[in-house]
C-alpha cells in the first residue's frame, strides 16, 4: 500500500548520488540527484522514463464523471509559459496566497507543489491527514494532501485537494505539476484510496466553467523560456486554430486507454513510407519530444538517414540529409495532419543548452524504448502539440485536434 511505495522511494532516493529536496524541517537525509532537464543527453531518457511509468503504472479506463452545473459559465483563458523542455503556469494557493511554477501536465492528473523547498505550500492549508504519493518515471514526489483554494489566472477553485511535496526528485527549476489529465489517474495516489477531483473536475463541478475541458494552445520558440502558450478551461480558443476541430474518442486500447489516448498512423513523405501502422499512444504535454516505438524509430532513421548523438541523445542529420527530409503523415480519426521537416528539427537557437553543437541539427523524434504492439506505441510530446491545438474534453472522454498558423511555420 502507500505506506510501503513511501519507504520504496525514501530507498530510492537515498540509494542515489545528490541531494533530494526534504521541505520538513524535522527530517534530514541524504540528498539526490535531481534530473537537470536541459542538461546534455537528459532530455530522451527523461522522456523514456516518463514513457515506461506510464506502461508499467497504467489502469484499465472507467471513468466516472460528476454531473456539475449546467450554468453557461464561460471559459477561462490561463496563459502557459514555454521553458524549451515543458511549460509552466504560475498558480497562486492560499490566502495570503503564495505563487508557484507548475508544469502543465495531461499525462497526470494530481496537482501538487513544493518541489522548491524555499516556497513550501502555505502552513495554513487544512490537511486532509491523508498521504499523497505520484511516481512519474522521470521523477516522483511525496507529502501530505491539503485541500486550499488555487487561482489560476481569472480562475479562483476554493477547496482543491493539493499535495504538498515533503520529498520530491527529478524537478529542478520547477515547484510541483498542475495535473489535468483524466481523473482515474488520481486513483489510489492517496492513502485514503479512491479518486481525487482534478482542477478541472472541481472548477466544473463548482459551476466555475461549464463544461469540462481543457483547450492547449503552445507554440514553439527560440528562447529559453517565453510565456507563449494558453490554457482555456471549460472551452476552446477559436483565435489559436485554423480551419475545423477534429474530435475523436479516446482510444480503447490499454494501455493508452487510461491517458490522453488515441489511435493513428504515421507514414514519410510523399510516397507514404511507413512508420509506424495504426496503433494507440497518448498526447502528453509533460513529454518534450515526440516518442515513436523502437521498430517505428528504425524505420524513420532509415528514410531520413539519420543517426543518434551520443552526446544529446537527440537523432542528428546532416546540411544535405535536411534538404531532403520530408514531411511526418500522421493520420488520425479519418484526418492526415501534416508535420512539416521544420517541425521535426530541435530548435537549432538552443543546441547549445542541451549540450549540442551550434552548428548540428538536431531531431525531436526519438525512441520509445519498447516495440510496436504494447498498447501504448507513441507519444505525441510537447514538440509534436506545438504545431497543433489540443483539446482535451473529459466530459465526453474525447479530444480534439485542429492546425495553427504555427503547423507550416518555420521557426526553427
Do not use: C
Not at 126 to 149: C, H
Not at 291 to 307: H, N, P, R
Not at 316 to 336: H, K, M, R, V
Not at 363 to 379: K, P, Q, R
Amino acid at each position: 500500500m502507500l505506506s510501503s511505495s513511501f519507504f520504496t522511494l525514501l530507498l530510492a532516493l537515498t540509494a542515489a548520488s545528490s541531494p533530494v529536496v526534504i521541505r520538513d524541517n524535522l527530517i534530514k537525509l541524504p540528498l539526490v540527484k535531481r534530473i537537470n532537464s536541459t542538461g546534455s543527453a537528459n532530455i530522451l531518457q527523461r522522456d523514456q522514463a516518463r514513457a515506461k511509468s506510464f506502461k508499467t503504472q497504467g489502469r484499465p479506463h472507467s471513468t466516472q464523471f460528476k454531473h456539475g452545473s449546467t450554468a453557461a459559465a464561460a471559459p477561462v483563458s490561463v496563459p502557459i509559459t514555454n521553458g524549451v523542455v515543458s511549460y509552466t503556469v504560475e498558480v497562486s494557493i492560499g490566502s495570503p496566497a503564495k505563487t508557484f511554477n507548475l508544469i502543465v501536465d495531461t499525462g497526470s492528473s494530481n496537482t501538487w507543489a513544493g518541489a522548491d523547498e524555499s516556497n513550501p505550500v502555505p502552513a495554513g492549508s487544512r490537511s486532509t491527514g491523508q498521504l499523497v504519493e505520484v511516481i512519474y518515471g522521470s521523477g516522483a514526489f511525496l507529502g501530505e494532501e491539503v485541500i486550499d483554494t488555487i487561482t489560476l489566472g481569472g480562475l479562483t477553485i476554493p477547496s482543491q485537494s493539493i499535495g504538498d511535496a515533503v520529498i520530491s526528485e527529478g524537478f529542478e527549476g520547477v515547484d510541483g505539476i498542475l495535473g489535468i489529465g483524466p481523473t482515474d489517474l488520481t486513483e489510489d495516489t492517496t492513502s485514503g484510496g479512491g479518486t481525487v477531483p482534478t482542477v478541472t473536475d472541481n472548477a466544473f463541478t463548482l459551476g466555475l466553467i461549464g463544461t469540462k475541458e481543457v483547450g492547449i494552445s503552445l507554440e514553439p520558440t527560440t528562447s529559453l523560456s517565453v510565456t507563449n502558450g494558453e490554457l482555456v478551461f471549460g472551452g476552446i480558443d477559436t483565435s489559436k486554430f485554423t480551419g475545423n476541430l477534429l474530435s475523436v474518442p479516446i482510444t480503447s486500447t490499454s494501455p493508452a486507454s487510461t491517458f490522453v489516448g488515441i489511435d493513428q498512423t504515421i507514414t514519410y513523405g510523399t510516397a507514404g513510407t511507413p512508420i509506424l501502422a495504426s496503433t494507440a499512444g497518448i498526447l502528453d504535454t509533460g513529454t518534450t519530444l515526440l516518442l515513436i516505438a523502437s521498430d517505428a524509430i528504425a524505420a524513420y532513421e532509415a528514410a531520413t538517414g539519420a543517426v543518434l548523438d551520443e552526446t544529446t541523445g537527440l537523432l542528428t542529420i546532416t546540411s544535405a540529409q535536411f534538404a531532403n527530409l520530408q514531411s511526418l503523415f500522421f493520420q488520425i480519426g479519418g484526418e492526415t495532419f501534416e508535420f512539416t521537416p521544420n517541425a521535426q528539427l530541435f530548435p537549432r537557437a538552443l543546441n547549445t543548452a542541451i549540450g549540442g553543437q551550434a552548428d548540428s541539427i538536431y531531431l525531436i523524434v526519438g525512441d520509445l524504448g519498447t516495440e510496436s504492439g504494447e498498447g501504448l506505441d507513441f507519444i505525441n510530446g510537447q514538440s509534436f502539440l506545438e504545431r497543433f491545438y489540443l483539446v482535451f474534453d473529459s466530459g465526453n472522454s474525447q479530444v480534439g485536434l485542429a492546425t495553427t498558423p504555427f503547423t507550416d511555420a518555420t521557426t526553427n
